[in-house]
């Protein structure tokens, strides 16, 4: 599945906390910090910047498969409903 291009670092952020559980905790420099509501939850740095640049993205797509248990289609289909 391709993964979508022209995503913002808010626009991002809020898909997470809307449809994966992840919550805002804080802001270090320009990246914005998520923590999944999950026992143990990770922290997830996500760069508050105008347009996310594909590889960050895919990172990014991977951690949070990794801690789902997701697949990278399931999450990209939850993410952006594809």
């Not at 809020?14 to 509501?37: D, F």
């Amino acid at each position: 599945m391709k993964l979508p291009r022209g995503i913002s670092g808010a626009t991002f952020t809020n898909l997470l906390c809307e449809r994966l559980g992840y919550r805002v905790v804080g802001q270090e420099g320009s990246h914005i910090l998520l923590r999944s509501e999950l026992p143990h939850g990770h922290r997830l740095p996500v760069p508050a910047h105008k347009e996310l640049r594909i590889g960050t993205l895919a990172s990014l797509i991977r951690m949070v498969s990794n801690q789902k248990d997701l697949s990278r289609d399931e999450v990209l289909a939850a993410l952006f409903e594809l």
